[in-house]
């Protein structure tokens, strides 16, 4: 007896997952409670990025260290619940006793996922991250300088980069497609990219898959950053050498926006800077919205307030924010309405002291060094820290 099946027909490769490394990150978001805020202003902000609960402080492991420069820099690890390990950098003056104020340092977007927090550290020529680049940073390593000024500094790779990126190996149909075209078009440039180049081309594709599985799970990229900020934060503020009443953070460009949004939804925050990463919501159209990822335009945030205007849902007490008069993606209109919106909504101008101070800067979406050496004064005057360390003397004309 015998059958026939009719034809047969090559199988199609299954359809690879698109959130690869991620995948119990649904079920994590759909198991936990939206963030509960301090204060009602601070949670309509929660609710609009939908923040997922941070359900107690992870625990972290330390799994280097080492004493040079005059700081000591570890590097940490914890494991959230959902997605790979976190990899964070712990950077503090040596031989300094604490307690002392805490500063948590954000890093930026700038279309680099393959890397997070490392572009803020100054290792030792052994580490195998040292020959990390800093563009933006104007070659500085951002958390090694504050740590220098006497805080103890936190610096950790958020949601979807460095060491909490998603697995691009095998990219989703959507992604690989775009990518083979990028990879095209190096080939007839003449280019060998690296792998980081490669992991970045993809990711930058791929953002577009992450911000539509977040906005499905009603939550967005922001909200799930704002999530892995906040644990970051509790296990800084939960280290024995460091004041919990005394704690900031800062970032340039996307961790300026990053810093506003956590002042916003944590208490815990009493000082912080935003560099390159402040006009208003009104200014990016026509012609500015495509300058910008997901980390910022989540749906319907302008519906609940302008940008600058949510700085007055944070109860921290001092704010500096630093505008590059060519930032390329800004209009200057934009960023100096931001400065008086800024100014009248935290300078009453009645003789009580200002919690807001604004500065521009000459030149593009930098973080130059004489803008970092202002914002580490900023800190160090607002959140009580004992310089260790000499500012480094350079040439500044000062903010124009």
Known sequence: MSSNAGPTHDAKPPRPSAIAGYEDWPAYVQQHPRYQAHSA????LADALGVPDVPQPPE???HWEETYDGVTTSQLSWQLGYGPRSTGWLIRPAGVPGPLPGVLALHCHSGNKFGGADRLVELPASHPLAANARPGYDGRALASEIARQGFVVLAHDTFAWGSRRFDLSV????????LEARQAQWRED???????????AAAGFHEETVAKTAGLLGTSLAGMVAHDDLAA????????????DRLGSIGFSGGGGRSLALAVLSPRIKSYVVTC???????????HLDAHSWLLQTPGLWKLDEW???TARSGADQLLVQYALGDELFPEDGMRAAHRMLGSLHNPGNGSPAAYIGSFWPGGHLFTAEMQQEALAFLSSSLGARDT????????????
């Not at 990463?277 to 012609?287: E, G, I, K, N, R």
């Open 389 to 400: 360390q000499p500012l480094s003397p350079l040439s500044c004309q000062g903010p124009s």
């Open 171 to 178: 990219p989703p149909w959507r992604t690989g497609s775009a």
């Open 277 to 287: 990463m402040m006009t208003t919501f009104q200014s990016l159209l026509p012609a």
């Open 41 to 44: 202003e601070a949670q309509e």
């Open 60 to 62: 972290a492991s330390v």
């Open 190 to 200: 003449g280019v060998v990219p690296s792998e980081a180049e490669v992991y970045n």
């Open 233 to 244: 934060l509790e296990v800084l503020a939960g280290l024995p050498d460091v004041d919990p």
């Open 308 to 310: 600058p205007a949510l």
